[in-house]
């Protein structure tokens, strides 16, 4: 069978809230990740805070089922142990970032290192390798454009830009390269630095319904025109993305309902743009629960002040259509915040 890869775009950014929500974030982003989610959330940032760190990791769970033969495969690369990760999805993350948000403006600096390794079809092999390392800043604000009569609600809009230096990306090897094992020529590729600069815009409505209930919507454009980088490095692809939510208040906690469309842009499967979510939120903790292109995905977190705990599980379609070459992931994330 022959499996051809997606239009993975590789975000630049995720939060376990976000990818424990099925990845619908858009609409009713509030906090400091508004910075990298929608700039036009900055409108309503109420106060100063400061994240000093977040740290983020994520692996792919056949690291963990099949530790003992991708260990031999990178440590020992030969074309028997590298046959053995036929069929199989690695892929891991790391990112560390830093944010500082306000009453309208907010920035962040970003630090984030992506491998990933997926072969397919042992006949005719297809590949896509991945080493990509990338670190920058991120900086925007956000407005108030209109508000609706009798403080039913707002229309905001915000611009984010970014200045990022990018080493290596993700190809997908030759079937010359992948007999001949040219390890030398697929590192060569992912060996070059580039800088990229580039731009978000938002917008982010809300409107109340009544005394406990807000309707939210969304439209945001990631990297418009692609954020391209010098050399060789890989560009961090355009998405459009549309987005709505119900939001409910009640004694002590706050629950959402939140939907949106990734990649408007793109022709492929419609439901691997769609993307549903559900968050409760009560005082010291967080429960998420979602569908990210359909398949489920689940977390938690919990907010004990300075610091924060939480962690998320989804999945991420690799192939072209549904169901084809589905990759479930596991992240954590410790947050080291101060809020003024």
């Known amino acids: 069978m022959s499996i051809s890869y997606a239009v993975d775009f590789h975000p630049l950014y995720q939060s376990t809230r976000a990818q424990g929500m099925g990845s619908a974030m858009t609409a009713i982003v509030d906090d400091e990740t508004a910075i990298m989610y929608n700039p036009a959330a900055l409108a309503g940032i109420k106060n100063m805070q400061l994240n000093i760190a977040n740290i983020d990791a994520q692996i792919s769970t056949q690291i963990v089922t099949d530790y003992a033969a991708l260990g031999k495969a990178f440590m020992a690369p030969s074309v028997g142990s590298i046959s053995s990760l036929i069929g199989k999805n690695i892929y891991e993350r ?7 948000v306000l009453p309208g403006f907010g920035i962040a600096a970003i630090y984030d290192q992506q491998i990933a390794v997926r072969i397919k079809n042992r006949a005719l092999p297809q590949a896509e390798i991945g080493s990509q390392l990338t670190y920058g800043v991120q900086a925007g604000g956000g407005m108030t454009l209109y508000k609706f009569r009798h403080k039913k609600g707002e229309v905001r809009f915000g611009v984010a830009g970014k200045n990022l230096y990018r080493l290596g990306g993700y190809q997908h090897p030759t079937f010359t390269q992948m007999i001949a094992f040219d390890v030398k020529s697929l590192v060569a590729n992912l060996s070059t630095w580039g800088v990229g600069y580039g731009a978000d815009a938002g917008m982010q409505i809300l409107y109340r319904l009544g005394r406990d209930v807000q309707l939210l919507a969304s439209f945001v454009a990631f990297d418009i025109g692609d954020t391209a980088f010098s050399g060789t490095s890989s560009p961090q692809k355009n998405n459009l993305v549309a987005g709505g ?3 409910y208040r009640g004694p002590d906690m706050l ?8 990649q408007l842009d793109e022709s492929y499967d419609f439901m691997q743009k769609s993307h549903l979510g559900v968050e409760v939120k009560f005082p010291l903790l967080r429960l998420y629960a979602g569908l990210n292109q359909a398949y489920p995905s689940y977390g938690a977190a919990f907010d004990l002040g300075m610091v924060k705990f939480s962690g998320a599980v989804y999945t991420q379609e690799i192939g072209a259509a549904m169901h084809q070459n589905a990759e479930t992931r596991g992240m954590v994330r410790v947050d080291v915040k101060l809020s003024l």
């Open 255 to 262: 629950a959402t309902l939140s939907y949106e469309i990734q």
């Open 94 to 100: 790391a990112t560390l970032s830093s944010m500082l």
């Open 245 to 247: 939510a119900l939001r």
